[in-house]
C-alpha cells in the first residue's frame, strides 16, 4: 500500500523573514494554541469525510514556527489524531525548530510527546548572513540549538542551511556547509537561496553571488558533503545511510498525504479520483468556526498527472520503478514511457526495462526536464 502522510501546519513565527513565501505571519502577543489545535483536530476529521483513512506512515509539522506551540500541545494533538487515524508502526514524526524559540528543555518534552525527528532552520553560522537573512537567532544559539537538540536524544536531525546569500563568498558558502557537518546530523537540507515574489527580497533585490560563484559553490559542496558521507537523494536533500526523510519521499513518489493547518495543501486518492485540497492561509480565516477549513478542492486531471508525478519524481536521484506511475495514478505507464523516451533520446533521463532515472545531465537541467511534461 503506498504510504500515507499527515502534514500539520502552524503559521506564526515571531518575525517574517525577508526571503520567506511560506504561510508565515507575526505572531500575536499570546497565540490561541488551545483554539488552533481544536481547529487541526475539526479539520481532520472533515477531510476524513472526503477520503478513506489508512495508518499513517508519517508527521511532519512544519511552519511557521512549530516550536512555538509546547509539548504539552502536541501531546494532546496527538492523542485526538490517534482516535481519527492509526499511527504505523515506526511513524516518522518531524517537527520544524527555529533556533531562538527553543531550549534543552523543551527539545526533552518534545521528544518525551513522542516527536523523534527535528529539523532546525539554522540557514547560516556566519553572523553578518544571519543579519541580513533577518533571523532572529545568531550563531551561538544556533550551536547551542543543535547541541541542545543532540543531548536531548534526537538522533534524527536535519539542518536547513542556505546558499547562494546576498554578496555571500565560496568560502564562506562552504564555511557554513563545514560548520554544519561537524555538528554530524543525520541530515542536512542544503538550499539555493531564491528570491519569490511577495517578499521583502523580491523588492529590494539584494545582490546574489554570480552564476559561476554559485556553481563552483555548488560543486565543492557536493563533494564535501560526500566525503562526510552524506548521499544527496535529492535537488536539496543529503542523508547519512538510513536518514531520508520518509515524509518528504512520500511527497517526492506522489503518495497521499492530509495537510491540516492554516494554508496546508493535501492530495489522496479515492476511487473518483485523485484530489488536492487547501485550506484557508489566514489563520484568522482559519479559526473562524462560521468559514469551513477548505478553501480549494480540486481534482486533478489527467493532463496534470503526468506533470505532477514527474515534478516531483524527477527531483529524486534514485531510480523510479516503471510502474511507480501506474500504481500512483493509476493510469498506464505506456503514457509516461511515450513521454520519457522524448527526454531520454536528450539525455536528461536513462531507461532500462524496469526503471527509469535522472542522468547527471537531467540533474543539471532539472527544470528543462521536467517542462518537457507541461504539454
Ligand atoms: C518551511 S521553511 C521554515 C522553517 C523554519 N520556520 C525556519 O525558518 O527556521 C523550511 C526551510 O526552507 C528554506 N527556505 C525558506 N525560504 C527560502 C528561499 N526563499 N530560498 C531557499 N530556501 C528557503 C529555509 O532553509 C527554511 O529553513
Ligand atoms: S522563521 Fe521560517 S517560516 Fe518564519 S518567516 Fe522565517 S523562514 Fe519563514
Avoid at 75 to 83: G, K, P, R, Y
Avoid at 192 to 209: A, D, G, S
Avoid at 267 to 275: E, L, N, P, Y
Wanted: charged residues 20%; proline residues 5%; negative net charge.
Amino acid at each position: 500500500m503506498n504510504p500515507f502522510a499527515l502534514y500539520i501546519h502552524v503559521p506564526w513565527c515571531l518575525k517574517k523573514c525577508p526571503y520567506c513565501d511560506f504561510n508565515s505571519h507575526k505572531s500575536p502577543e499570546v497565540i490561541p494554541e488551545k483554539a488552533y489545535i481544536q481547529a487541526l483536530i475539526d479539520d481532520l476529521t472533515q477531510d476524513l469525510t472526503q477520503c478513506q483513512a489508512r495508518p499513517i506512515t508519517s508527521i511532519f509539522i512544519g511552519g511557521g514556527t512549530p516550536s512555538l506551540l509546547s509539548a504539552s500541545i502536541y501531546h494532546d494533538l496527538f492523542e485526538a489524531i490517534q482516535q481519527q487515524l492509526v499511527f504505523a508502526e515506526n511513524i516518522e514524526i518531524t517537527l520544524e525548530a527555529n533556533p531562538g524559540t527553543v531550549e534543552q528543555q523543551r527539545f526533552i518534552d518534545y521528544k518525551a510527546v513522542g516527536i523523534n525527528r527535528l529539523s532546525l532552520g539554522i540557514q547560516s553560522f556566519n553572523p553578518k548572513q544571519l543579519s541580513i537573512l533577518g533571523r532572529i537567532h545568531d550563531a551561538t544559539q544556533a550551536h547551542k540549538a543543535i547541541e541542545s537538540a543532540h543531548r536531548a536524544g534526537f538522533n534524527r536531525i536535519n539542518l536547513d542551511i542556505m546558499h547562494g546569500l546576498p554578496g555571500q563568498s565560496i568560502e564562506q558558502g562552504l564555511d557554513d556547509l563545514t560548520t554544519a557537518i561537524m555538528h554530524n546530523p543525520e541530515h542536512i537540507s542544503w538550499y539555493q537561496l531564491t528570491i519569490e515574489p511577495n517578499t521583502v527580497f523580491y523588492k529590494t533585490k539584494p545582490t546574489l553571488p554570480s552564476e559561476d560563484t554559485a556553481y563552483h559553490l555548488e560543486e565543492e559542496g557536493f563533494a564535501r558533503l560526500h566525503q562526510a558521507g552524506y548521499s544527496r537523494y535529492e535537488i536539496s536533500a543529503f542523508t547519512k545511510p538510513h536518514g531520508a526523510s520518509r515524509h518528504n519521499l512520500t511527497y517526492w513518489h506522489y503518495g497521499d498525504y492530509l495537510g491540516i493547518g492554516a494554508g496546508a495543501h493535501g492530495k489522496f486518492t479515492t476511487h473518483q479520483g485523485i484530489f488536492r485540497t487547501q485550506k484557508h492561509r489566514q489563520p484568522k480565516e482559519y479559526l473562524n468556526p462560521e468559514k469551513p477549513f477548505l478553501s480549494e478542492v480540486k481534482e486533478v486531471t489527467q493532463k496534470e498527472l503526468l506533470f505532477e508525478f514527474m515534478l516531483n519524481t524527477t527531483r529524486l536521484e534514485q531510480a523510479i520503478p516503471i510502474d511507480l506511475f501506474s500504481q500512483t495514478t493509476g493510469l498506464d505507464s505506456a503514457i509516461l514511457l511515450s513521454q520519457i523516451e522524448i527526454a531520454s533520446n536528450k539525455k536528461l533521463i536513462s531507461i532500462t526495462d524496469t526503471h527509469w532515472q535522472v542522468t547527471p545531465l537531467g540533474r543539471q537541467f532539472t527544470n528543462d526536464l521536467q517542462a518537457l511534461f507541461l504539454s
